[in-house]
């Protein structure tokens, strides 16, 4: 935390902090302990130092929409792209084919009607992986794309048709299926149950799909914000390595526990017998614990004194500035005076529960439920962790118009 604690260098700005070391680090320990095809999911963080920290170590990178493939192509002009989402415009299609997408994850018969449009009578080539909805997912992951009714993947009755289409249209290569079915999951166990029914599926249809075909079972695999549980990668690896090939898209496990998201408390007060820490910040710029309303784990960095914290503090300066105040100007005694009344002002709680609320004009601008906090003061800065993954990219930014966070790397 001392490193982080650096970068706090102004309380009238809010700050996220990336650590492209621990980032590195972590990403070649991953890629270190499977021979599976690991690709990063740029929608959890698009910043093009994350992707760039990330290039060298990934099979390529998981896209959903034109502007993260040209985030991607910002940084590598021939990384490869697996292009996904439930709706593909035509000219969104046509930005993938143009800008060297290698695959695409296909959604229903109207998406590969529009791919063989825009195929027809050219040079290009594009493979397409089916995405399937499998209907006997188990998982307690906290968000379902499969295993229960959603609006993801192929209607089970369009497959056949599905395989028909693409082996009509000579420029496209059906190379497999597409699994992605959970997020944030937990439990090392259920994954390992849906990669294997996602492998039998296949196996179902190996005569339709080449020798060499793929099987992107997605990302999902989570991190325990509350802290009671980790995601065992190293027991996962060891658990599938005798999987064939699998293709996964991480995002979350990748990039959240090297983010930060940092704001100062600029006031407390008490409301109806609620106390409330106002934040130089907000759910604009952080929405991540207000989306799930959880506690998001968080670390207070008490601000830099020279005197005493808290109502103890307020009496101390009066008197130690006392002598001081006679050798000042009018001016320089006018504007200490301000700062001796200001710091009347600043207040600390002990032992409290707390609603860290932000700038906005709504009163739904709180970082999830009531916090406990052993010590809080105006002036400390709450250091969200595990901030590395939507949060920056899902926060509504430009609401009110106020001046975006400043992003740091260490």
Known sequence: MDRIKAELEDCNQDYYIYDLTALERRIKWLTS?????????????????????????????????????????????????????????????????????????????????SLAELLDNTERHIEVMLRINLSDIKSTAKLKMAGVPTQFGLPEEDLDEAFQLCDSIGQLTLVGFHFHSMSNNLDVSAHVSFIEKAIQFTHNFESRLPGDYAINVGGGIGIDYAGESVFDFDDFANEIKAFPRLTFELGRFITA????????????????????????????????PKAWYHNHPLEIVEREMTTPSASSRSKQAGASHQVEVEKMSSDQTEQLSERVKYSTRQKEIRNQEVTLAGKLCTPNDVFGPPYVVDSLATGDWIVFKYAGSYSYDISHLQFLSHDLPIVKYI
């Not at 093009?48 to 896209?63: H, K, W």
């Not at 090297?258 to 952080?286: E, P, R, S």
Request: proline fraction near 4%; charged fraction near 20%; hydrophobic fraction near 40%.
């Open 257 to 288: 526990p090297v983010g930060y998201y940092a704001a100062a408390v600029y006031d407390i007060k008490t409301m109806h017998n609620q106390t409330f820490a106002l934040l130089n910040g907000g759910t604009n710029h952080f929405r991540f």
């Open 33 to 113: 302990v499977t021979e599976h095809r690991l690709f990063y999911a740029v929608k959890a963080n698009s910043d093009e130092r994350i992707i760039a920290t990330l290039a060298p170590y990934v099979a390529g990178f998981e896209v959903a929409s034109p502007g993260e493939i040209q985030k991607v192509r910002s940084v590598s002009k021939d990384a490869t792209i697996i292009y996904g989402g439930p709706v593909k415009t035509k000219r969104n299609l046509s930005y993938a084919l143009d800008n060297g997408v290698q695959s695409i994850q296909v959604e229903s018969l109207f998406e590969l009607d």
